[in-house]
């Protein structure tokens, strides 16, 4: 039996937006209560794609720093930058040797991400599932919670995890280790508006990496910059709808009701319920006053902690050397696994 524990991560690549706090970072605050919860910044996965070094010390910073912002205490869960924790290089390389080819070549967001110029991308950016599944297993967690867009990563973290129990079933057991040596980690469903997109174009995922995306809501505007973004979001003409199917062909509806809803912890059917018939005149306003609300707190929360790079420092060593503890105990086992 393991013990339930999450691990996410989230790369330090570029400002932190709206979709990275719906789609993750406020998804991992009540995970605090009821699992072991280790956090991470993932500068190792950031330099898949170019980082200038002094850009990519701020951004860690920043990630950490949105992290304890939106609640995630650091004495209950593990914060800290994956390049610290030597481990997760390590065992990514076995799991290198674990994960088939076609496996990598079949991901989504590589072809994505590569586009059509795939042989001049990075070979760290091919083998970033591999990372990922290291990290994950590293410390045998036993659940993600994933946006949309890292599903087919979790089932690859999968793949390898059963791959790896089942090629050294043997070794596991001349060991006298658990056969199920890794979990079979599950993800952690989101609720309303797990993918949020772009507030310029409603069939776009609202990203870290487009640079030429000025609509995003970085997680450090403040309160005039949420509502002006808000204001200038891409509508259609008609009110709002009615009924939640009233929102399919509308994505950009679809995705500011999807917003409201994370925000107000509502559903969308709720949301509906009190603007149904309205315009946007109506709708836009009460939006952004809501996400001023709960975002605006939280980038001056920010701005602090970022003032105080002691303080961010102090809390990533600290979890770089509690993380380190779980990481080396799975090494160890591995290493005797593989023959090393
Ligand atoms: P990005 O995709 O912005 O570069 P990351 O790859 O570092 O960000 O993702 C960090 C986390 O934020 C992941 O869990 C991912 O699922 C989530 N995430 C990123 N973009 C969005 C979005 N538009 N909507 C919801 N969740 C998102
Ligand atoms: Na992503």
Same mark, same amino acid.
């Given at each position: 039996?393991?013990t339930?524990r999450?691990?996410s991560?989230i790369?330090?690549s570029g400002?932190?937006h709206?979709g990275?706090?719906l789609g993750?970072?406020?998804?991992?605050?009540p995970?605090?209560q009821s699992?072991?919860?280790?956090?991470c910044?993932?500068?190792?996965h950031?330099?898949?794609?170019?980082?200038?070094?002094?850009?990519?010390r701020?951004?860690?910073?920043?990630? /950490?720093?949105?992290?304890?912002? =939106?609640?995630i205490?650091?004495? @209950?869960s593990i914060?800290?930058n994956? %390049?610290?924790? $030597?481990?997760h290089a390590?065992?990514?390389?076995?799991?290198?040797?674990i /994960?088939?080819?076609?496996?990598m =070549?079949?991901?989504?967001?590589? @072809?994505d991400?590569?586009?059509?110029? %795939?042989?001049? $991308?990075s070979l760290g950016?091919?083998a970033?599932p591999s990372?990922m599944?290291a990290?994950?297993?590293?410390?045998?967690?036993?659940?993600?919670p994933?946006?949309?867009?890292q599903?087919?990563?979790l089932?690859?973290?999968?793949?390898?995890a059963t791959?790896?129990n089942n090629d050294?079933?043997?070794?596991i057991?001349?060991?006298?280790l658990?056969p199920?040596?890794?979990p079979?980690?599950?993800p952690?469903i989101?609720?309303?508006?797990?993918?949020?997109?772009s507030l310029?174009d409603g069939t776009k995922?609202?990203s870290?990496s487009?640079?030429?995306?000025?609509?995003?809501?970085?997680l450090l505007?403040?309160a005039?910059a949420i509502a002006?973004?808000i204001?200038?979001?891409t509508?259609?003409?008609a009110?709002?709808p009615?009924?939640?199917?009233?929102?399919?062909?509308?994505?950009?509806a679809?995705n500011l009701?999807g917003?409201?809803?994370?925000?107000s912890?509502?559903?969308?059917?709720?949301?509906?319920?009190?603007?149904?018939?309205?315009?946007?005149g109506?709708?836009?306003?009460?939006?952004?006053?809501?996400a001023?609300?709960?975002?605006a707190p939280m980038a001056?929360?920010?701005?602090?902690?970022?003032?105080?790079l002691e303080t961010?420092?102090?809390?990533l060593?600290?979890g770089?050397e509690?993380?380190?503890?779980i990481a080396?105990?799975?090494m160890?086992e591995?290493?005797?696994i593989?023959?090393f």
């Open positions: 039996a393991f339930p999450v691990f991560g790369q330090p400002d932190l709206l990275n706090y993750a970072i406020r998804r991992f605050v995970l605090q699992h072991e919860t280790i956090y910044v993932v500068d190792m950031a330099i898949t794609v170019w980082q200038e070094p002094n850009q990519l701020r951004a860690t910073r920043e990630v /950490a720093a949105a992290f304890i912002a =939106a609640g205490d650091p004495q @209950k914060i800290f994956q %390049s610290q924790v $030597v481990q390590e065992l990514a390389w076995v799991f290198n040797c /994960a088939r080819m076609g496996w =070549a079949r991901m989504t967001q590589f @072809k991400k590569a586009g059509k110029n %795939s042989e001049n $991308v950016l091919f970033y990372l599944a990290d994950i297993l590293l410390y045998k967690a036993t659940h993600v994933v946006g949309d867009d599903k087919q990563h089932e690859l973290t999968r793949d390898i791959k790896f050294y079933r043997a070794a057991g001349a060991e006298g658990e199920d040596f890794f079979i980690t599950e952690l989101a609720g309303p508006a797990t993918r949020i997109m310029r995922k609202m870290k487009d640079p030429s995306d000025q609509s995003r809501i970085s505007d403040d005039d002006k973004k204001k200038r979001a509508t259609d003409a009110e709002l009615n009924a939640v199917e009233g929102l399919s062909d509308r994505p950009e679809d009701v917003i409201f809803a994370a925000l912890d509502q559903s969308k059917a709720d949301v509906l319920a009190e603007f149904g018939g309205q315009g946007w109506k709708f836009k306003p009460a939006l952004a006053e809501l001023v609300s709960v975002l001056d929360e920010m701005r602090r902690l970022l003032d105080d961010i420092d102090a809390v060593r600290d770089a509690r993380a380190r503890v080396e105990d799975t160890t591995v290493r005797r593989v023959g």
